[in-house]
């Protein structure tokens, strides 16, 4: 645990700082697009949900960059995003390179004039056997990609987010993995650790005006479940809400974070789960997938 001087510094930080920033906006502003002019950077933004964050922001007046590892698809994904007269960049990224980071975020920096909002979705599991069979190099691979992406991200975003007056914040996506036993430990945990770096970031860069916040999806119909048989769907049986989810659904729900209609929320974690987290299992009369 930090010190007793960590409150004490925050406090004396607060006490001058503009507090406007945090409040949510007239409705009159909000018709006009809850991210006009905002520039925003998307990891793994060419795919499922990343590409789905970068339609729904775009469509409510962002400035795109679509970071991504394929850089042909982040190419498609930037060309077909509306309005087509916007400012709308893709540039390669491989999270797991420090210097990758570095080059992108410049990039980024050069096509838009700063950053706004970062939405780390960049991430993946791996096929590997029982916990006692999975040799340390998945798990450094795993922690590579889904924790120590999102803290280099994040590094290479804080300087330029403490220059927006376009009310920042980070959007970090994690898993339901992260807050119940379903397996894949080495994913799991990282995707846990994305929890206790957002609350974290979220006090430190509060007297910025820089909110922190991630959400956890369940099962979302992505290109990770095609070729298996009966796809995301076999799954269907764990919900309450009766369907798996769709790439949109994450995409709403971060949207909402990285707005200021969520102005005065940091720090959490938001399950996307369909209900999965209540415990309860439906019975469809068709029977389970």
Not at 128 to 138: K, L, P, Q
Not at 225 to 253: K, N, S, T
Request: charged letters at 20%.
């Amino acid at each position: 645990m930090a010190g007793p001087s960590l409150t004490a510094q925050i406090w004396i930080d607060l006490r001058t700082f503009d507090s406007s920033r945090w409040q949510a906006p007239a409705m009159g502003q909000r018709e006009l697009g809850r991210f006009a002019g905002a520039a925003v950077i998307i990891t793994g933004g060419a795919h499922g949900i990343g590409r789905a964050c970068a339609a729904r922001l775009a469509e409510e007046g962002a400035h795109i960059v679509v970071a991504d590892l394929d850089q042909t698809a982040a190419q498609q994904v930037a060309s077909g995003l509306a309005p087509k007269d916007r400012s709308h960049v893709p540039v390669w990224l491989d999270v797991t390179d420090a210097s990758s980071v570095e080059r992108a975020f410049a990039e980024a920096i050069s096509g838009l004039g700063g950053i706004d909002v970062l939405i780390n979705v960049a991430g993946g599991d791996t096929n590997h056997g029982t916990f006692e069979e999975t040799a340390d190099e998945v798990w450094v691979s795993m922690i590579e990609l889904n924790l120590l992406g999102v803290v280099r991200c994040c590094r290479a975003a804080i300087p330029y987010l403490r220059r927006s007056d376009k009310n920042p914040a980070i959007v970090n996506v994690s898993s339901v993995n992260a807050l119940a036993a379903l397996g894949s430990e080495p994913y799991s945990s990282a995707k846990a650790g994305i929890g206790a770096l957002t609350i974290n970031l979220a006090a430190s860069l509060a007297a910025d005006g820089i909110r922190v916040n991630t959400v956890a999806p369940a099962t979302i119909r992505t290109r990770n479940w095609e070729g298996q048989q009966g796809g995301a769907d076999r799954f269907r049986h764990l919900y309450p809400l009766g369907r798996v989810g769709e790439p949109e659904d994450v995409a709403a729900a971060v949207a909402f974070l990285a707005s200021t209609d969520a102005a005065w929320i940091t720090g959490h974690t938001l399950p996307v789960d369909g209900g999965l987290l209540t415990g309860a299992r439906p019975e469809f009369q068709d029977g389970p997938l």
